[in-house]
């Protein structure tokens, strides 16, 4: 059987309300998250800081989904166990977080999790060449990682080039940054299946207000199952 290149919503919690955190992951998983993208940030490897092992920790009974876990912090490798004690399902680097990407990617399966790595927008695709079967996600910036709200920055070549490179193995390509019904089609045509969105989900509703999230959700996944359609 081939790999599942269904497409997948991962909406980033870095848009939700920072002070319902519990409530806002049941909200988007009722609304048809697929998976739970959570963004942390060291205010080193990214000039912003969010949370780290324990609030992860303390998200994971919210969460019957997949809790990906994207890494903007250098080092990692001294975090990679309290992350997988904290409970999550993917853990993703970035390929620009240290000289020894190999290592970590290797340390981050070895502590039971699926592994991931990101591309920073000025970092080529070759730079994960060697990488990919040590992978279950390679994650593509579409913005500099740090912040929400970031206008999309177009990685559609790269996101080619990485699908070409991919081929059979059963490796997801995940977009980040500035993802919406306008832009979800070019990165899906280009060979993305997975989608993250922060603003473009969360944006006109709340945890007591979830219609909006779905609504919202709802108009990504169709936007780029249409572009699938198409194809
Ligand atoms: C950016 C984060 C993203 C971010 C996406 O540094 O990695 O996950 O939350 O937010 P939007 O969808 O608002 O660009
Ligand atoms: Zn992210």
């Known amino acids: 059987m081939s790999f599942d290149r269904t497409i997948r919503i991962a909406p ?8 319902n955190f519990g ?13 739970v993208h959570v963004d942390v940030m060291d205010g080193h490897f990214v000039p912003n800081l969010t949370f780290g092992p324990m609030a992860v920790k303390a998200f994971r009974p919210h969460v019957t989904t997949v809790m ?3 890494l903007m912090i250098a080092p990692v490798d001294p975090y990679i166990d309290a992350f997988a004690e904290a409970g999550a399902d993917i853990l993703t680097a970035h390929v620009e977080a240290g000289p020894h990407i190999h290592r970590t990617l290797q340390a981050i399966r070895g502590a039971g999790m699926r592994a991931g790595v990101a591309l920073n927008p000025g970092t080529p695709a070759e730079a994960v060449a060697h990488l990919l079967d ?17 206008k999309f920055i177009d990685m559609t070549d ?3 080039c990485l699908r070409a490179m991919i081929g059979d193995r059963p490796v997801h390509i995940e ?13 899906v045509a280009a060979g993305a299946d997975v989608l993250v969105a922060g603003s473009a ?3 006109g509703g709340s945890a007591g207000n979830s219609a909006p999230y779905g ?3 709802r108009a990504i996944r169709a936007a780029a199952e249409a572009t699938r359609d198409a194809a």
């Open 12 to 19: 980033s919690i870095l848009s939700a309300d920072f002070a």
């Open 68 to 70: 990906d876990v994207h």
């Open 158 to 160: 790269k996101i080619r």
């Open 23 to 35: 409530a806002e992951i049941r909200a988007i998983e009722t609304e048809g998250a697929d998976w």
């Open 175 to 187: 977009i980040d940054g500035g993802v919406d019904p306008v832009t979800a089609p070019l990165v």
């Open 134 to 150: 040590l992978v279950d996600v390679v994650c593509v910036m579409t913005v500099n990682p740090g912040f929400g709200g970031q």
């Open 201 to 203: 989900v969360f944006r």
């Open 215 to 217: 609504a919202n959700i």
